[in-house]
C-alpha cells in the first residue's frame, strides 16, 4: 500500500468488509504504544447532524434564529 502525497491510502475490500467499512462511514485512529488501529466510530457525521434541520428554516427566521438551530444540531 502506498501513501499518496495528500496522505490518502485506499483500505483494501477485504479489510473494509470485515470491519463494515461503506462510504460515508466514518472512523478513528487509536495508538496503542508504538501502533495504530482504525475502528469505526458511532458519532455522525456533521452532514449528518445538519441533514434533521433541512427544510425547518423560513424565510421569516433571521440569520441568528437560522444559526441558532445550527448550533444546537450539535
Known amino acids: 500500500m502506498r501513501v499518496t502525497s495528500k496522505g490518502q491510502v485506499t483500505i483494501p475490500r477485504n479489510v473494509r468488509e470485515a470491519l463494515g467499512i461503506t462510504p460515508e462511514t466514518e472512523v478513528d ?21 445538519l ?11 433571521s440569520t441568528d434564529e437560522i444559526m441558532g438551530l445550527t448550533r444546537d444540531a450539535e
Open 29 to 49: 485512529f487509536v495508538r496503542e504504544d508504538d501502533k495504530f488501529y482504525i475502528v469505526k466510530t458511532d458519532r455522525p457525521t456533521v452532514k449528518g447532524k
Open 51 to 61: 441533514r434533521k434541520l433541512r427544510g425547518i428554516a423560513s424565510a421569516s427566521m
